[in-house]
């Protein structure tokens, strides 16, 4: 999709071969210094922040998939707030606040607003999955209105009637979807790449990245990925062992 993949890729492949050469000679070749550097540049950093571009094979499916993962994370921050409302345990409702204030940020008005404006319209005019977007949009729109009411629920102290509504929000948003990301990542997400072609395949992962750096800042995902990992430590649920079956 970009062509810094193959690049990166051919210099890693003759390092690999000048390697093969004794220690000695290898280091006497013209430029092993710069090939080098090359490979480094092109291979995968431990740290998400380091270097300046974006993962250089990732397709809008991977891009949206990945963002799905953000919501999923939040979302079961979300199932563990309802049932501390439900048993009157301590919450912390600034981290549940933040946490909606997140799915607004990066899936509603972000991650949403690529479906609506890039792929529901594709599979509309060619008149495939039509009543399954039908479906995705009305439920964008259903989703907006719960991350209203969740958001106004978080600020301030709870009243029992209020805690028994924001867990009952809580859990609709989560019903919806589950099922709803579910069916994006099965079928409509690898329905796309059949129906618009390879070139405006590749196209659209240009403009989603665009759009991320637009709409989220230069390393959107990344900070995304930071955030959700700081709410999952003030719900004390950022550790994963923990969470084995």
């Known amino acids: 999709m970009r062509s810094r993949f193959t690049a990166s890729f051919a210099t890693c492949y003759f390092t690999r071969m000048f390697t093969n050469q004794p220690r000695r ?5 013209a430029g092993a210094g710069v090939v080098l550097l090359g490979c480094a540049h092109g291979s995968h950093s431990d740290s998400p922040h380091e270097g300046g571009d974006k993962d250089d094979n990732v397709t809008p ?11 999923r994370r939040v979302m079961y921050l979300y199932d563990d707030a309802a049932r501390r ?36 319209p594709r599979f509309e005019k060619a008149g495939k999955l039509v009543e399954l977007v039908t479906t ?3 439920q964008h729109v259903v989703g907006r209105t ?5 958001t106004a ?63 989220l ?9 930071d955030e959700v990992a700081r709410l999952e430590q003030a719900f004390g649920l950022d550790d994963l062992t923990k969470l084995t079956a």
Do not use: C, W
């Open 25 to 29: 000679g290898f280091l006497k070749s």
């Open 61 to 71: 499916a991977e891009d949206l998939m990945r963002e799905h993962g953000i919501l």
């Open 85 to 120: 409302l439900d048993e009157h345990h301590e919450l912390p409702v600034d981290a549940l606040a933040a946490g909606a204030a997140l799915i607004r940020r990066v899936i509603e008005d972000y991650h949403e607003k690529l479906e609506e404006e890039f792929l529901f």
């Open 136 to 138: 995705l949009r009305k």
């Open 146 to 150: 719960l991350t209203d009411q969740i």
């Open 153 to 215: 629920l978080s600020k301030g102290k709870l009243a029992d009637s209020d805690r028994a509504t924001l867990a009952s929000a809580l859990r609709r948003f989560n019903h919806m979807y589950r099922p709803h990301a579910a069916r994006e990542d099965t079928v409509l997400f690898p329905a796309l790449r059949g129906l618009v072609g390879a070139k405006a395949y590749g196209e659209l992962g240009e403009q989603f990245e665009h759009k991320e750096t637009q709409m």
């Open 217 to 225: 800042g230069e390393h959107g995902f990344e900070h995304a990925v």
